[in-house]
């Protein structure tokens, strides 16, 4: 079936540093890809998405590209900060409204 | 434009009781979909609904449940408490136009169970 594989939290980062989330997905066809971000004690926000192989979704300085050859959608950011402490989730949605997400990696930023 | 809302916030029940818990959905989206919340499982899928019916289910017990009304507002059941039920449930619309629509998630309902 379909699914999600994150990479493993936490992470612990230093403000400025490069950030990679890995996430690839295993599906049939070609389903849409989103990574979404929760902050303490709040709903799930979309971050960015991306409907096709290629494609390239960004927001907020962070970015992820659609790679069907390795079945990846890997979450990156140039320099983070403090306010990007948070939990990211990979998802895929397929036809029928159907979406499955990854188990969440968590983000911490020391200044 | 209006998010989703979720009532109550916060909930605290004992084992054995039943509860039910509120959704409005984004204006205009007709979609919408349950999930649990847990440190151990992440997220998981409860249903969909659309159009006041049942699309999609996820594989959890029979104690639950949904619906949806005529103006798209959802709620959820869930019968016979288990302390296993604590849990945040997530609520999300979203407008079911096409591929790559996206869900737009509700702050959540915190549930404990004691």
């Known amino acids: 079936g379909d699914s999600v594989t994150q990479m493993e939290g936490p992470v612990t980062l230093s403000e400025e540093a490069f950030l990679t989330i890995n996430c690839t997905y295993t599906?049939?066809?070609?389903?849409?890809l989103f990574w979404y971000v929760q902050y303490p004690g709040e709903g799930l926000q979309l971050l960015l998405k991306a409907t096709k192989a290629d494609d390239k979704g960004s927001n907020k300085g962070f970015e992820a590209t659609y790679r069907k050859e390795t079945t990846s959608f890997h979450l990156e950011k140039g320099s983070v900060q403090v306010s990007d402490s948070a939990v990211y989730f990979c998802?895929?949605?397929?036809?029928?409204?159907?979406?499955?997400f990854g188990t969440g990696t968590s983000l911490t930023v020391i200044p | 434009k209006a998010g989703v809302t979720q009532t109550p916030r916060y909930l605290i029940k004992t084992r054995g009781q039943q509860v039910t818990l509120s959704c409005s959905p984004i204006s205009g989206h007709r979609s919408v979909s349950w999930y649990q919340q847990t440190p151990g499982q992440g997220l998981q899928f409860l249903f969909e609904?659309?159009?006041?019916?049942?699309?999609n289910k996820g594989n959890f017990p029979g104690r639950f449940s949904g619906r949806q009304f005529s103006n798209s507002r959802s709620e959820m059941n869930v019968s016979t408490l288990e302390l296993g039920d604590s849990a945040l449930y997530l609520c999300?619309?979203?407008?079911?136009?096409?591929?790559?629509?996206?869900?737009?998630f509700g702050p959540g309902t915190r549930l404990t169970v004691l």
């Open positions: 998802a895929l949605r397929r036809t029928g409204n159907q979406f499955y």
């Open positions: 999300a619309s979203s407008p079911d136009r096409g591929e790559g629509d996206t869900q737009y």
């Open positions: 599906a049939t066809g070609y389903p849409s």
């Open positions: 609904y659309f159009s006041e019916t049942q699309r």
